[in-house]
């Protein structure tokens, strides 16, 4: 486990930590209303479709690919994924890109898809052409980094307060730095997707019974690769760095306490979609699923906060433990 240096400053404490994260959401209850009017607004606001503008594609492909092969054993499969694309585009919500990653307002039905509410049905509005889709698209991701922006700045201000009024945070800075973020993520994502796609074909056509053990072996690859960068907002928000010094400073101090913060990062995780599952007990038409979406946002910003707690400790003592030399290093690690 992480020890206490010479200065007397101690390493973060877990379940303290995260204890100070819901305490400061229930001292300062506000946080929550940006979650919250987040989910209100995707429970009774409109649904924009693009189910009538992707079908024709989708099948044109499947078609395409049904002509080419002759096995009869595919047909099945490419049925299958007919009907999983259906779904998927009957329940995809063009405005669920409000939720942006990795800064963004948590959601809990975000991606729940098209269902009922208490007063009836939201308005569904198929979207016509791909030039409109494009437009709701963008609009849609800077509507979501901008408001993520500010709950961030929010939460932040409140953790920092006891070292810094932030009287001198520039929030056209962080605005700037989250959506520069933003880019550097997506650009991630595109460089690491050819080699994935191309991981996941060689898999199928060369061990086509191993089922989902290839998408296992993926995900611990995904996770592997972007655990680093998880406290890259935090050091946007608590020092107001740029995104390039955020990503360095969050690989940074995964490296160094890399036991401690994926425990931290499994029980932080575990606690909000474990509890989702609770707060989606109710049926959308009933009133009772507002208790679900209060509890939702209660959580989700506890949890928050509680990052950015654990970053502005842990931080703090890695920075005393360096300071004291460079054999004091290895004792960074639980």
Known sequence: MLQENESGLKPPKIVQTLVQGFNLIAAHPYIMLFPLLMDLFFWFGP?????????PTIEE??????????????IPSLDA?????????????????????????????????????????????????????????????FIGILIGSIYYA??????????????????????TQSFLLFFLAILMIIILSFPILCFLSSVSVFLPTMGTIPLIILGVMVLWTIMPLVF?????????????????????????????????????????????????????????????????AFVSSGVLAASFIYFRDGTQWMEEIIKLGPQNISGLNM
Request: proline residues 5%.
């Open 47 to 55: 649904f924009y479709r693009i189910k009538n503008l992707l079908t």
């Open 232 to 296: 890259s907002p935090h050091g946007i928000f608590t020092r107001q760095l740029s995104a390039v010094k955020a990503i360095s400073l969050s690989t940074k101090f995964v490296r160094v306490s890399s036991l401690a913060t994926t425990f931290f990062i499994t029980i932080a995780i575990s606690l909000s979609y474990g509890l989702d599952l609770l707060w989606s007990t109710p049926e959308p038409d009933s009133w009772l699923y507002l208790l679900g979406l209060i509890g939702h």
């Open 154 to 175: 929010l939460i932040s201000r409140l953790v920092v307060k006891p070292e810094n009024d932030g009287s001198d945070t520039n929030i056209f800075h962080l605005i």
């Open 81 to 141: 994924l007919r009907t999983v694309w259906d779904e998927l585009l009957t329940n995809f919500n063009l405005l669920s890109s409000l939720r942006t990653y990795p800064i963004g307002v948590p959601s809990l039905l975000a991606t729940k898809g098209y269902s009922s509410n208490p007063v009836g049905n939201p308005l569904l509005i198929e979207v016509g052409s791909s030039g409109s889709a494009l437009q709701i698209l963008i609009v849609s991701l």
């Open 61 to 74: 492909i499947i078609q395409a690919f049904s002509m080419d092969m002759t096995n009869s054993e595919v």
